[in-house]
T-cell receptor, first 112, second 113 residues
């Protein structure tokens, strides 16, 4: 089976940096994805890490440590529009399943 | 390029009734997924189509749920008869055979009263 843990809520101020952590347990790791979901909206893909290290895409970066079964999403220069829920997700390599298993989500609130 | 679309956006039905949700994936995407998010909980996988074939239906909760993808294009998810615990937001997603990104639709909010 697979399980992921991430904090339920994070609050930060505009312009700050915030890190959302995710730890996972899976029988066959195939990469860690991050999705953003605004209230009432569709989950939107942010990033994917298959190898250890940091991937940067604009203000967002994602990090993975396979040996620690741990990753994080780093959001810089926070803007009000970044207020949303953020989900980490994995796929199961052992079974070849492409289905995503999601964490319970971290609700980020950006304050002025 | 049009994104994933879902219909209806909202549906309110009574317990015991039937509801059919529709998903139109991105054109050319062989992979189509159904997910569900129950209030306050994580997004959970229901099933995965590759073209018209069910590749993985391990997440389907019970036999009241029936998914089809005739012709390998759009998909429907029927709930019959609906129960209170079926309430939630049903998301459809699609992906190509390469790449890791799944493209999600806006969801159908189902309320069973």
């Amino acid at each position: 089976g697979q399980s992921l843990e991430q904090p339920s809520e994070v609050t930060a101020v505009e312009g700050a940096i915030v890190q959302i952590n995710c730890t996972y347990q899976t029988s066959g790791f195939y990469g860690l994805s991050w999705y953003q979901q605004h209230d009432g909206g569709a989950p939107t893909f942010l990033s994917y890490n298959a190898l250890d290290g940091l991937e940067e895409t604009g203000r967002f970066s994602s990090f993975l440590s396979r040996s620690d079964s741990y990753g994080y999403l780093l959001l810089q220069e926070l803007q009000m529009k970044d207020s949303a829920s953020y989900f980490c997700a994995v796929q199961d390599r052992d079974t070849g399943r492409r289905a995503l298993t999601f964490g319970s989500g971290t609700r980020l609130q950006v304050q002025p | 390029e049009a994104g994933v679309t879902q219909f209806p956006s909202h549906s309110v039905i009574e317990k015991g009734q039937t509801v059919t949700l529709r998903c139109d994936p991105i054109s050319g995407h062989d992979n189509l997924y159904w997910y569900r998010r129950v209030m306050g909980k994580e997004i959970k996988f229901l099933l995965h189509f590759v073209k018209e074939s069910k590749q993985d239906e391990s997440g389907m909760p019970n036999n009241r749920f029936l998914a089809e993808r005739t012709g390998g294009t759009y998909s429907t998810l029927k709930v019959q008869p609906a129960e209170l615990e079926d309430s939630g937001v049903y998301f459809c997603a699609s992906s190509s055979n390469t790449g890791h990104e799944q493209y999600f639709g806006p969801g159908t909010r189902l309320t069973v009263t």
